[in-house]
């Protein structure tokens, strides 16, 4: 029946294309065996030029600039999408939808204005620029650069340090750092020069920064949100005028304003806090507790009680736009540590940035607005409470990655890198929401507290489920760089701006890592998906450590080593998350937070040290000969933080290392604790290579190295540097009270069941 | 017969609209979807399209787009398009969980999912115009200086 209809529907279009076909193929054969055959000569094949010779090719390519007007054009275009539903519905929806609407077409209009500022638009200008060549100085040895120093007029070269270490500050020609362009088109002549002036000044502006995260704290906490904007307003509208396209004094205050946007959240940030100190302290028994700031704590806890019932009683789970958003406990900490991150992770590398973009003559006002965006949805992954909605934002993430990979644009390396970052990322975000609409398909829900209720009552793994989980695991497990998807990391990590493969190794990794532990320990925590994602995970756990440790052992690049370094801490963070109980999960927070600090501590290290002679980034290993010579101090800091990435006792990756593997043999897998701790001790030679460069090698007079010349660093590092050491070195004294919070955060990210094998 | 199936089709979802432009409350947005979706099933009974076939065909969207990424080793903007054609894939995922299933929200998914697709395109040709810019070859055969 079926074959008769459609031989009756298609019958006429399979003549027509028999009719087409045949056609095309006899012209094609009546050409082929009618034309004379002769042999392709230089005349014929040459381009036809009207009086005169030729010149290039016949074929040319289209101008770039039209393809970045057509991208624009889509992209403005695609926004009509949004707008046709509000239109149909436009009598229902009534005032609320038309301001919604309203918001929508500003913030198009401001992005409008932005790449129309940027010059994509101008046809006849050149967009390119040419990448300014660092100028090679002629002085190969200290003591010849210091005499030059010493007796040059050219007040940009100075010397700090004196006399222990003669250090030479150079900064680079045809830079005023931080330098400069003219005002603003729009808001120019509204800006008083004195407050360029102030912003000029880094420090100044530091301080600036400070003042306004301090006020735009206080304005959230005690007033929502409402007149809180409108010095945000107010500030972003300055700082975007009053040097557009100058980096330096935007970047602090951008900062400023990003960090006061975040407290927005800053109720939450108190009652997080107050929960803290409130867990820590042992209380018996406590009254309500109403605070018109905090809100309204509650605790009941009684002797017997632990504290998964004492969180539950501090603060039940809210949820907020249609589900797709919650707010319980385990959102709370882990974006009051990421708050605390991101604000560190700007403080470390806004004088690199300062730098770097004065240095190369680059453009970076776009980074902290993009570190933003990342932020903002980094925020939204962690609380996010549905499939689709965690999609949403970490597919938002992951284009902030997209641009801060690509950021350096005039750097060949860091476009191949963001190339390859571009490719492999499209491919996992389509695995991922391939397997989400397997499941929404299969479930007919994406919402987690339904997927849990439907979950639950499964006797037995469906497979087509089975297959969908495996594709979003594909996904999660590229952001997390974990074996099979770990191939982009070394490429991405060489290639990419240090700052960019700082904030992937550490804060992209610890958000990601946090979203996932609530899938698998709240999502699938039932008996049945444990039995699925356990020796998948065990499977990816150790692939990654093993292909980490032996890809970073012939290492030269740092970056590339630390690449190698993330895939192989994150297979260890994986090993005790696949044991599946709540000691493991504890145990893999405890070595997570160790991983971040530690990742902290060795960038903001690395960022800074420069080669004398050009004055370029350290890149790799050997560079590093000889660099206690130079400055002991640091040097041995960093062997502190080498030290604890191997696992050495008396510092906090022993610690983490320990209790992870203390769970791995609880949970049973006694083979698996053999073979991390022997892939340990391989991977303690790489580490020691790179301390035994420090310490035990001649410098390489030709370039020795220098600790962030251009900047005093003393100021700005030394109580850092104090903290992360004090940190790594003191941290089984506090580790007790680590240890509880970590607990607390496990009891609630799996809530209530605990089973132990 | 195909004429009169072909007219029920394309003008019985524009009445519809007309009714909702005109101020008639019985019709809505959903209704004229799943009218054209209905209309468009009466229209094609003879060849009766289930659930079944509309998943494996988007599967194989989907197959196609994610083997495009995989095996395509020479051009770039052949690698977009089969980014685009893996979340079009997906996309008909999610319709035909508004067609088959009833689920009104897969509609609005495809929607947010065909536009964060749009804007991945968007920043894959932003990065491809600013390699263009330094060496002019949209290949991959450039992309070989990060290794090890």
């Known amino acids: ?757 | 017969m195909f004429l009169k199936n072909a007219s029920a089709c394309l003008f019985k979802p524009y009445y519809s609209l007309y009714l909702v432009f005109v101020g008639d409350t019985r019709f809505s947005l959903e209704k004229i979807f799943s009218s054209l979706v209905d209309s468009w099933v009466v229209a094609n009974s003879g060849v009766s399209v289930n659930f079944g076939c509309f998943l494996i065909f988007s599967g194989l969207i989907f197959s196609i787009g994610a083997f495009g990424i995989v095996f395509n080793r020479k051009n770039i903007i052949l690698l977009m398009a089969s980014v685009e054609i893996m979340f079009l894939g997906i996309n008909l995922v999610f319709i035909s969980g508004y067609i088959f299933l009833n689920l009104e929200v897969g509609l609005i998914y495809a929607l947010i999912a065909l536009s964060l697709s749009a804007a991945e395109a968007a920043i894959g040709f932003g990065l491809l115009i600013a390699s263009f810019r330094n060496a002019p070859d949209i290949t991959f055969s450039g992309f070989n200086r990060l290794k090890g």
Request: one cysteine or more; proline letters at 4%.
């Open chain 1, 1 to 757: 029946m079926l074959l008769i209809n459609l031989k009756q529907e298609y019958i006429y279009l399979t003549v027509f294309f028999v009719i087409c076909v045949s056609l095309s193929a006899f012209l094609l054969l009546l050409s082929y065996s009618l034309s004379r055959k002769k042999k392709n000569d230089a005349e014929k094949l040459s381009a036809y030029e009207c009086g005169f010779d030729p010149f290039g090719t016949g074929v040319s390519s289209f101008e770039v600039r039209f393809y970045v007007v057509g991208i624009l054009f889509i992209i403005f275009d695609l926004e009509i999408i949004f707008l046709y539903p509000w239109a149909v519905q436009f009598g229902t929806l009534g005032a609320p939808g038309c301001f919604a609407v309203l918001i929508f077409l500003i913030i198009l209009t401001v992005g409008f204005i932005y790449e129309w500022q940027m010059g994509a638009l101008d046809w006849s200008k050149s967009i390119s620029k040419k990448r300014h060549n660092p100028q090679e100085y002629d002085c190969k040895v200290p003591s010849a650069l210091l005499k030059v120093a010493t007796e040059s007029s050219v007040p940009r070269v100075k010397v700090i340090g004196w006399p222990s270490r003669p250090v030479v500050s150079i900064t680079p020609p045809n830079v005023e750092w931080p330098g400069g362009r003219s005002p603003s088109r729009v808001f120019g002549k509204f800006i008083k020069r004195e407050w360029v002036a102030f912003l000029e000044d880094p420090w100044n502006e530091i301080l600036a920064a400070t003042v306004v995260f301090l006020y735009f704290a206080q304005t959230y906490l005690l007033f929502w949100g409402l007149l809180g904007i409108l010095p945000i307003v107010f500030f972003l509208l300055i700082t975007a005028s009053v040097k557009y396209g100058r980096p330096a004094p935007l970047l602090g205050v951008f900062t400023a304003g990003l960090i006061g946007g975040f407290t927005f959240l800053s109720n939450i940030y108190a009652r997080a806090i107050w929960d803290c100190w409130a867990l820590s302290t042992h209380f018996e028994s406590h009254p309500y507790l109403d605070n018109p700031f905090w809100g309204k704590l509650v605790w009941s806890a009684t002797a017997e009680n632990n504290y998964i019932f004492w969180s539950f009683s501090v603060m039940p789970a809210e949820f907020y736009h249609a589900d797709y958003i919650i707010k319980d406990l385990y959102t709370l900490y882990v974006q009051w540590y990421l708050l605390i991150l991101l604000s560190f992770f700007l403080f470390v590398t806004l004088p690199y940035l300062i730098l770097f973009a004065a240095r190369e003559s680059i453009n970076l006002t776009e980074f902290p607005i993009i570190i933003l965006f990342a932020a903002f949805f980094m925020l939204f992954l962690i609380s996010s409470f549905n499939f689709f909605g965690a999609y949403v934002s970490l597919e938002g993430l992951t284009f902030s990655l997209y641009i801060l990979a690509g950021m350096d644009y005039n750097s060949q390396n860091t476009l191949e890198s963001g190339m390859k970052y571009f490719c492999l990322g499209a491919l996992s975000s389509g695995f991922l929401l391939f397997g989400v609409a397997l499941i929404f398909i299969i479930t007919k829900t994406l919402d987690f507290s339904e997927l849990k209720f439907l979950f639950n009552s499964l006797k037995d793994m469906p497979l087509i489920l089975s297959f969908a989980l495996i594709f979003v695991f594909f996904g999660f497990w590229f952001k997390l760089s974990v074996f099979p998807c770990h191939a982009w990391t070394p490429d991405v990590y060489e290639g990419v701006l240090t700052p960019v493969t700082f904030f992937l190794a550490t804060v992209v990794k610890f958000s990601v890592f946090a979203f996932f532990v609530r899938i698998l320990f709240f999502l699938l925590g039932s008996q049945v998906f444990l039995f699925f994602w356990q020796p998948l995970f065990l499977f990816v756990a150790t692939g990654s450590i093993i292909f980490g440790a032996f890809g970073a052992l012939l290492q030269t690049g740092l970056k590339r080593f630390a690449g190698y370094t993330s895939i192989n801490q994150m297979g260890y963070l994986l090993l005790g998350v696949s044991s599946g109980t709540s000691v493991g999960l504890q145990a893999s927070f405890l070595y997570l937070f160790f991983y971040v600090a530690m990742g902290f501590s060795f960038f903001s290290v690395i960022m800074y040290l420069q080669r004398f002679d050009t004055g370029e980034d350290v890149l790799f290993i050997n560079e590093l000969r000889g660099f206690a010579q130079d400055n002991r101090n640091l040097s041995f800091f960093l062997a502190l933080i080498l030290f604890s990435m191997a696992g050495i006792p008396p510092l906090a990756g022993f610690f983490g290392k320990v209790f992870l593997f203390f769970s791995v043999y609880q949970a049973g897998n006694h083979s698996l604790v053999i073979l991390g701790l022997t892939v340990n001790v391989i991977s303690t030679f790489y580490y020691l290579r790179i301390i035994k460069c420090l310490f035990f090698e001649d410098v390489n007079v030709n370039f020795p190295v220098v600790f962030a010349p251009n900047i005093d660093a003393g100021y700005w590092f030394s109580p850092l540097f104090f903290c992360a050491a004090l940190f790594l070195v003191a941290s089984p004294f506090f580790l007790d009270s680590l240890l509880s919070q970590v607990d607390t955060l496990v009891s609630v990210a799996r809530y209530v069941q605990v089973w132990q094998w």
